[in-house]
């Protein structure tokens, strides 16, 4: 493919995404969040852990925005710092995933056989699983901390795109082009990376986009439930842990209304740009 | 028929086998097993922790100590709790109903709740009905059910005080069902909701596909009325793809139970794991995963035969 064409190719996609307004919306709220996150903690007066004998269960003034949590950290220091770590957590263990579930897919679906049958069977058992219940049993044999939950939600995801790619190279596979490159000789592997991975860059993109917001919602789930990230260190999840007692859930909102909304339009937002991206890829779709 | 449920039933035995030892060799990694306890403490002698591995087993191979748990498993013995000292099946089966009344509370919710929400908007396809039901439905899947649950507790039972906070029944009050109701109806609609998305979805698209079919043509130019064409013949048809689905998410709804079961306090298997995970009680947690197993390969097997049953195109042989 010339340069030209791959670019025009670019274009069209980008117009087609920004006819979604939802999905651009989305986006910019995501750029935003990211740079927040990124950006904001070397300027704050307050680490996630430092603690002000002031602002025990304060609520929101001028010294802390969103007040003191029931141990005296700034509420809005903490919600900057869980952000990071729920990104990072949804990125990175997103990244696990596709990095096992790719090739596992890839060869299930090229070498077919007993790699199929074992690849695809166990696949299934994975996804019929349900993954907290797993989650939960691993964390209580490693003990919880941001390393295992990362690695545990990553591996458990991989039978997603290990499907999604198999999928799409069954439906290739049997095409005169790769029966041409077969044919003049080229290696699998060269096959896999300049015929079978361009075909399958759509769906996998779109399939990560949504894993991303999976993976962010099963993080904060174990947080909330003591299991995930553990304190001093912030996480939207466990900042909502404190939310399970009956006064802090009835007089103190500030200290779980503000992580709860953050991660809720961090995930809407993920969910749209993941739509948008669908039906910008998906050339079967209409967008007048 | 029969030779396929057999079929289908000899298949998931391996299966089975394959998740059990998975699970048992991950679980003998676990730190902080009896032993390792009695080992933090100084006063025991060398002998006596000798005796301990003796007893508990922990002396021989593992394999050994896989047949043994798996035999006892077989006959219904999940052994003891570390933390209650009660066989661990009865706690299971204490807790499994609350659960399953939990679940299929939240199912029949989920139904009640996007069918019609799935059918008008496939009715008026990108009219107002199919925006509100596609916002709706993505606001479902996208709240997390913690927070939603918390939300709601705030609301229904702080501010305006109408439902109880949390646990199944009020103390003294165990066989009054209008109580029970009260304490489930607001765990079964925060469970539901994490289905509501995506079954407004499926039905929806699953029965535009079923609209563009001849035999719906064939019933509107027979003169059926509206109604009927929409329940009899698309709405039946539709609801094939939505069974399947529906039995792949049942067993799902185990791990969403967790979270609710937790903001609710709902007495069920997800707050026994929670329970026993902070205990350690490693047998409990063992039983609970080994349960859960069994119940998602039972249910693929009853979604198989339901998929068959509602579509006589399906053919199993």
């Not at chain 1, 927040?36 to 852990?49: K, N």
């Not at chain 1, 003990?143 to 390393?147: L, Q």
């Not at chain 1, 894993?211 to 174990?222: C, D, G, P, Q, T």
């Not at chain 2, 067993?251 to 969403?256: K, M, S, T, V």
């Given at each position: 493919?010339?340069n030209?064409r791959k670019?025009?190719?670019f274009?069209?996609?980008i117009?087609?995404?920004?006819?979604?307004?939802?999905a651009?919306?989305?986006?910019i709220?995501?750029?935003l969040?990211?740079l927040?996150?990124?950006?904001?903690?070397?300027?704050?007066?307050?680490?996630?852990?430092e603690?002000?004998?002031?602002a025990?269960?304060?609520?929101?003034?001028?010294?802390?925005?969103?007040g003191?949590?029931d141990?005296?950290r700034?509420?809005f220091s903490?919600?900057?710092?869980?952000?990071?770590?729920?990104l990072f957590v949804?990125?990175?263990s997103t990244?696990?995933?596709v990095?096992?579930?790719?090739?596992?897919?890839?060869?299930?679906?090229?070498?077919?056989g007993?790699?199929?049958?074992i690849i695809?069977?166990?696949?299934?058992v994975?996804?019929s699983?349900?993954?907290?219940?797993?989650i939960?049993?691993?964390?209580?044999?490693f003990?919880?901390?941001?390393?295992t939950v990362?690695v545990?939600?990553?591996?458990?995801?991989?039978p997603?795109?290990?499907?999604?790619?198999?999928?799409?190279?069954?439906?290739?596979?049997e095409?005169?082009?790769?029966?041409?490159?077969?044919?003049?000789?080229?290696?699998?592997?060269?096959?896999?990376f300049?015929?079978?991975?361009?075909?399958?860059?759509?769906?996998?993109l779109?399939?990560?986009?949504f894993?991303?917001?999976?993976?962010?919602?099963?993080?904060?789930?174990?947080s909330?439930l003591?299991m995930?990230?553990?304190?001093?260190?912030?996480s939207w999840?466990?900042?909502l842990?404190?939310?399970?007692?009956?006064t802090?859930?009835?007089?103190k909102?500030?200290?779980?209304?503000?992580p709860?909304?953050a991660?809720?339009?961090?995930?809407?937002?993920?969910?749209?740009?993941?739509?948008g991206?669908?039906?910008?890829?998906?050339?079967?779709?209409?967008?007048? | 028929?029969k030779r396929?449920?057999?079929?289908?039933?000899l298949?998931?035995?391996?299966?089975?086998?394959?998740?059990?030892?998975?699970?048992f060799?991950v679980?003998?990694?676990?730190?902080?097993?009896?032993?390792?306890l009695?080992?933090s403490?100084q006063n025991?002698?060398?002998?006596?922790?000798?005796?301990?591995?003796i007893?508990?087993?922990?002396d021989?191979?593992?394999?050994?100590?896989?047949?043994?748990?798996?035999?006892?498993?077989?006959?219904g013995?999940?052994?003891e709790?570390?933390?209650?000292m009660?066989p661990?099946?009865?706690?299971?089966?204490?807790?499994l109903g609350a659960?399953?009344?939990?679940?299929?509370?939240?199912?029949i919710?989920?139904?009640?709740?996007s069918?019609?929400?799935?059918?008008q908007?496939?009715?008026?396809q990108?009219k107002?009905?199919?925006?509100?039901?596609?916002?709706?439905?993505?606001?479902?899947?996208?709240?997390?059910s913690f927070?939603?649950?918390?939300?709601?507790l705030?609301?229904?039972?702080?501010?305006?005080k109408?439902?109880?906070i949390?646990?199944?029944n009020?103390?003294?009050?165990?066989?009054?069902v209008?109580?029970?109701?009260?304490?489930?109806?607001?765990?079964a609609?925060?469970?539901?909701?994490?289905m509501?998305?995506?079954?407004?979805q499926f039905i929806?698209?699953?029965?535009?596909?079923?609209?563009k079919?001849?035999y719906?043509?064939t019933?509107?130019?027979k003169g059926?009325?509206?109604?009927?064409?929409?329940?009899k013949h698309?709405l039946?048809?539709?609801?094939?793809?939505?069974?399947t689905?529906?039995?792949m998410?049942?067993?799902?709804?185990?791990?969403?139970?967790?979270?609710?079961?937790q903001?609710?306090s709902?007495?069920?298997?997800?707050?026994l794991m929670i329970?026993?995970?902070?205990?350690?009680?490693?047998p409990?947690?063992?039983?609970?995963?080994?349960l859960?197993a069994v119940a998602?390969l039972?249910?693929n097997?009853?979604?198989?035969?339901?998929?068959?049953?509602?579509?006589?195109?399906?053919?199993?042989?």
């Open positions: 493919m010339n030209n670019k025009s190719m274009i069209n996609f117009k087609r995404f920004c006819k979604n307004k939802l651009v919306a989305g986006f709220v995501l750029v969040i990211s927040l996150v990124i950006i904001l903690p070397p300027f704050l007066t307050y680490s996630e852990s603690i002000d004998p002031l025990f269960s304060s609520p929101p003034s001028s010294t802390h925005l969103l003191g949590d141990v005296g700034d509420v903490r919600l900057v710092y869980g952000g990071r770590v729920s949804g990125l990175l990244f696990i995933s990095l096992i579930g790719i090739p596992l897919g890839i060869i299930a679906a090229f070498y077919r007993i790699f199929e049958s695809m069977r166990l696949s299934d994975f996804l699983f349900p993954s907290i219940i797993l939960l049993f691993l964390v209580s044999i003990g919880p901390s941001i390393i990362t545990v939600i990553g591996v458990l995801g991989w997603l795109f290990a499907r999604l790619i198999f999928g799409t190279v069954l439906s290739i596979r095409k005169d082009y790769i029966e041409g490159a077969v044919a003049i000789g080229e290696t699998v592997r060269s096959i896999i300049k015929y079978i991975l361009p075909n399958a860059i759509a769906p996998i779109i399939q990560i986009t894993r991303i917001a999976a993976a962010i919602v099963l993080e904060s789930s174990l909330f003591g995930g990230v553990q304190p001093p260190a912030a999840g466990n900042m842990y404190n939310a399970q007692s009956i802090i859930l009835t007089d909102p500030w200290m779980w209304l503000p709860g909304i991660l809720l339009v961090t995930i809407l937002s993920i969910n749209f740009v993941g739509n991206l669908r039906d910008a890829l998906d050339p079967k779709t209409k967008i007048s | 028929m396929y449920i057999s079929r289908r039933i298949v998931s035995i391996p299966t089975f086998f394959g998740i059990t030892i998975l699970v060799l679980s003998s990694l676990a730190s902080g097993s009896p032993l390792e009695l080992l403490n025991i002698s060398e002998a006596e922790i000798k005796r301990q591995s007893k508990l087993g922990l021989q191979p593992l394999y050994i100590q896989y047949f043994k748990w798996m035999g006892n498993m077989l006959t013995n999940l052994g709790s570390y933390r209650t009660q661990v099946m009865d706690m299971i089966i204490n807790g659960t399953f009344l939990l679940a299929i509370t939240a199912v919710l989920a139904c009640l709740i069918l019609p929400f799935g059918i908007s496939a009715r008026y990108n107002a009905w199919d925006n509100i039901s596609s916002v709706f439905s993505f606001f479902a899947t996208s709240t997390p927070f939603l649950g918390l939300v709601f705030y609301f229904f039972s702080v501010k305006l109408i439902l109880p949390g646990g199944m009020d103390i003294g009050q165990e066989n009054n209008l109580s029970l109701l009260k304490h489930l109806i607001m765990p609609i925060i469970l539901s909701f994490q509501v998305g995506t079954l407004i929806r698209s699953s029965m535009l596909e079923v609209m079919e001849d719906v043509r019933a509107r130019a059926l009325k509206e109604r009927v064409v929409i329940i698309v039946r048809n539709s609801l094939i793809p939505v069974v689905y529906l039995g998410e049942i067993p799902l709804l185990l791990g969403g139970a967790v979270v609710t079961e903001v609710f709902w007495p069920g298997l997800g707050l329970k026993s995970i902070a205990a350690r009680d490693y409990v947690v063992l039983g609970i995963t080994v859960v998602v039972v249910f097997i009853i979604t198989d035969l339901i998929y068959g049953l509602l579509d006589p195109r399906i053919r199993y042989d």
